[in-house]
């Protein structure tokens, strides 16, 4: 009786602090970079970025690589403390861009668009989007900057098998509001489906990696605490109540499924997100 009392008080405890640890309401660019500045993460990430760089460089031959894997090692880390050096110095602003609140690449320091209108996001609003997306927006680009990862490299395949796609289904609103994009007049229902939502997932791990990172933001991680089931569970329910932002991880959510959860719970927290 003692034992399920303390076990019953402990996972009330767990939830309490989730709870007051979600909707961070600081910077979450700044709470990025010191995440990446935390020592844990950034050996995880650097671990990661040089596995990619060996598949990279080394396909044909990586054993080659591994052979020298603490001198990529690293080189890996000299270039990652140049990137954030670089990612973080500042930031462009687009003021004509109305359909995209955000982009950027691969050691780039990314651009906002603070005059996007809220329709064009998937958001039933007038107006153009918050300060507070726009900052979500800012540290998502951030992350494009300072990590990337082929679909069809080993740390891709990792990070892709995240996610499982095979009952996600896309609401008659969002597909209405992905008609509205260019380019789709001539496309199926299911190809305009399959281009922005299923491929642009399952096809591009960086986007999964900086939809990881939105929830470690979400809930304030500074450096390498454990995102567990019990955040996983409070954030589909939660995050785009707090967020108003459904077109943009709706399908992120749905794809977490008992099939890819456990999967998706080793990459968030070992990755270096």
């Given at each position: 009786m003692n034992e399920l009392f303390k076990e019953n008080a402990g996972s009330e405890n767990l939830k309490s602090t989730i709870e007051k640890t979600s909707n961070y309401e600081g910077d979450h660019t700044l709470?990025?970079?010191e995440r990446l500045e935390n020592i844990n993460v950034k050996n995880k990430l650097i671990d990661s970025l040089t596995r990619e760089y060996i598949f990279r460089y080394y396909k044909t031959n990586p054993d080659k690589g591994n052979e020298i894997f603490d001198k990529i090692k690293a080189e890996q880390e000299k270039r990652l403390n140049e990137r954030i050096e670089k990612v973080f110095n500042s930031t462009g602003i687009n003021l004509d861009e109305k359909s995209?609140?955000?982009?950027?690449?691969?050691g780039e320091t990314g651009?906002?668009?603070?005059?996007?209108?809220?329709?064009?996001?998937?958001?039933?609003?007038?107006?153009?989007?918050?300060?507070?997306?726009?900052?979500?927006?800012?540290?998502?680009?951030?992350?494009?900057?300072?990590?990337?990862?082929?679909?069809?490299?080993?740390?891709?395949?990792?990070i892709v098998n995240s996610l499982d796609f095979s009952n996600v289904t896309v609401s008659k609103e969002d597909l209405e509001i992905l008609k509205s994009r260019i380019g789709t007049k001539n496309k199926t229902d299911q190809e305009i489906i399959d281009f922005y939502i299923t491929n642009g997932l399952k096809k591009n791990p960086d986007e999964i990696v900086e939809r990881m990172s939105q929830l470690r933001n979400y809930f304030g991680m500074k450096g390498n605490e454990e995102f567990t089931k019990e955040h996983l569970d409070y954030t589909k329910i939660n995050y785009i109540k707090d967020t108003g932002w459904p077109l943009q991880i709706r399908p992120f959510l749905d794809a977490i499924n008992e099939n890819s959860e456990k999967n998706f719970l080793d990459v968030i927290n070992n990755l270096g997100v």
């Open positions: 709470l990025l970079r995209n609140p955000g982009y950027g690449g691969f651009w906002i668009c603070p005059n996007t209108e809220l329709k064009n996001i998937g958001i039933d609003q007038e107006g153009v989007v918050s300060d507070k997306q726009l900052n979500l927006t800012e540290a998502h680009e951030k992350g494009h900057g300072i990590r990337h990862f082929s679909e069809n490299s080993p740390v891709g395949k990792w």
